[in-house]
């Protein structure tokens, strides 16, 4: 009975969270004056119309989605690679001040982005990088390497050296000992570092406002200046370009839930291994 009751509670606590997102998705599938009916309608007949506006009539929105997935995959991609290096030489090496040197990374990825955006834009504008898809992704790289390197030197800490040790004693190479015998360990890590740092930056706008333009609009910056139209609020936009925009992430968390499970406790409540 209590087992039930606790399963029942925990499905009640999920339903409530769910409900707005359900909503959302529910309102891309109803008319306009669906949305707005007073009170609310949960029978409805639904529509895909909504969609096919959204793809005929904003001609901007593919380019402006494939700018999402582009910035977020190739800057996540990068950051984990670089963070995992540095991870390693920060887990095994032990620089003089690495104390310090994490504290550092951390506290730099701790300043809230209005802080820091005036010297960026300043800096984009002076080197002609604006608009620019490459400069945004080494932007977005830049921003993801402090995040990553903390957790993934959990995951490297919480290795045993000695597999490092037998793989030299072995001759082995370096490239073989990081890539072939460590890398294999820790690959949670470098999977719950890739889902967190891809969901913040799918999700980042204010930089992409004012250091993109018109050929690296992402979906956010789409949501935000598509939001009204004909004197009022486009609900069935909203709607529907959420819907479609919280997909990706909401895929990409279900299918890796295991590995960011694992990436919020390893290294923190376990030792090597």
Avoid: C
């Amino acid at each position: 009975m209590r087992r039930s009751l606790y399963h029942a509670v925990l499905w009640l606590v999920a339903l409530i969270w769910f409900a707005p997102v359900a909503w959302i998705i529910l309102s891309a599938f109803k008319t306009r004056e669906d949305i707005l009916a007073t009170p609310p309608k949960l029978l409805f007949t639904p529509t895909l119309q909504n969609f096919r506006d959204l793809f005929t009539t904003n001609a901007s929105f593919v380019v402006q989605f494939a700018n999402s997935v582009v910035l977020s995959l190739v800057s996540v991609v990068i950051a984990v690679a670089i963070s995992f290096l540095a991870a390693y030489a920060f887990s095994r090496f032990k620089p003089k001040g690495t104390d310090f040197l994490m504290f550092l990374l951390l506290s730099v990825r701790m300043l809230p982005g209005p802080a820091v955006i005036l010297p960026i834009y300043l800096m984009y504008a002076a080197f002609g990088w604006k608009d620019n898809h490459v400069a945004l992704v080494l932007f977005y790289a830049m921003f993801s390497v402090p995040f990553s390197v903390w957790i993934l030197k959990g995951f490297l800490d919480g290795v045993s050296i000695r597999y490092d040790e037998t793989g030299r004693v072995n001759g082995g190479s370096w490239f073989h000992v990081i890539f072939r015998v460590v890398l294999p360990q820790v690959k949670p890590g470098l999977i719950a570092a890739f889902i967190f740092n891809l969901i913040f930056v799918w999700n980042e706008f204010l930089f992409n406002f004012v250091i993109g333009g018109v050929q690296t609009q992402n979906i956010p910056y789409a949501l935000a200046v598509g939001t009204y139209s004909d004197g009022g609020l486009n609900w069935t936009f909203i709607a529907t370009m959420t819907t479609i925009y919280i997909l990706p992430p909401i895929l990409a968390i279900y299918a890796f839930q295991k590995y960011l499970l694992v990436g919020m406790t390893f290294g923190t409540v376990r030792g090597e291994v």
